[in-house]
């Protein structure tokens, strides 16, 4: 079996142990943010922060719901780096946004923050802020999903299934669950775009 071949499998193998049920409940969670008018906040470092600026347009565009990450300014984001420290940056972004109890965090990650290993401290951070404040708390990780799956009222774990490959099939499958969430009945507002301009086929004669 060639590299890519094997890919593919880990993928269809990741897809078939998804947990569904921890699907629902975050779209829940995200159908009763829209409904109390609170906002979405997602959280993600690296290529998970690309995602998360993705998944921003996605649950505006689609789904209606008003959603920021702060990895989106580049400007404050490293301004408070600099001048505050790394580990910092999200929970003092989240204050700036007068994080309350109506919001809803979502974490992209692919170990969900540790603070003992000082991997992603600020994801720690920002999560430990939405404790103080009451504010719920969902996630897509992966490996043991760290704090997040800790602190996560709701969260979606990607399985391992292949120990050399965690990271690219975690950020991968950030991207399949979010589609998910956005597409599912029960939150999507507004058509997308392809998918609006189908014709329907004329019946035979």
Known sequence: MNASARHLQETVQIASLIDTAACEACVRELVEVRARGGRLFILGVGGSAANASHAVNDFRKIAGIEAYAPTDNVSELTARTNDEGWASVFAEWLRGSRLT??????????????????VSPNLVEALQLGQQVG??????????????????????????????????HAE????VVWHLWVSHPDLKARATKWESLAVPTAPAR
């Open 101 to 118: 109890s109506r919001d809803l965090l979502l974490v992209f990650s692919v170990g969900g923050g540790s603070l003992e290993r000082n």
């Open 135 to 168: 504010c719920r708390i969902i996630g897509i990780v992966g490996k043991d999903g760290g704090y997040t799956a800790k602190a996560a009222h709701a969260c979606v774990l990607i399985p391992t299934v292949n120990p050399d490959a965690i990271t690219p």
């Open 172 to 175: 991968a499958f950030q991207a």
